[in-house]
Nanobody, 119 residues
Framework: QVQLVESGGGLVQAGGSLRLSCVAS????????MGWYRQAPGKQREVVAT???????TYTDSVKGRFTISRDSAKNTVYLQMNNLKPEDTDVYYC?????????????WGQGTQVTVSA
């Protein structure tokens, strides 16, 4: 069982910045990808950004140029730097880990951290 603990959410004004952190209970390099997802009330959960063991990154179009995903493997931590925040970024943000395992793929989720951006 992998534990993922998010932190860093909060209330900011439009144009402000936040840095989210996700601390894993083991090495993040043991997973194929780490990622951040978000979900607002009444909407589906969507991927925001992912990072692979080789540091390849992906971003959803709405956050490109504003958000940056990174990691500190020594601290078992993945970050999401969120700049130029907009009210539409208001969501619960979830940390995610995916891998192949020995016999089947797996996926783990954190508990989520609230990000609220005021107009």
């Amino acid at each position: 069982q992998v534990q993922l603990v998010e932190s860093g959410g909060g209330l900011v004004q439009a144009g402000g910045s936040l840095r989210l952190s996700c601390v894993a209970s083991g090495s993040i390099l043991s997973h194929k990808t780490m990622g951040w997802y978000r979900q607002a009330p009444g909407k589906q959960r969507e991927v925001v950004a992912t990072i692979s063991r080789d540091d390849d990154t992906t971003y959803t179009d709405s956050v490109k140029g504003r958000f940056t995903i990174s990691r500190d493997s020594a601290k078992n931590t993945v970050y999401l730097q969120m700049n130029n925040l907009k009210p539409e970024d208001t969501d619960v943000y979830y940390c995610n880990a995916k891998g192949l395992g020995w016999t089947e793929p797996y996926e783990y989720w954190g508990q989520g951290t609230q990000v609220t951006v005021s107009a």
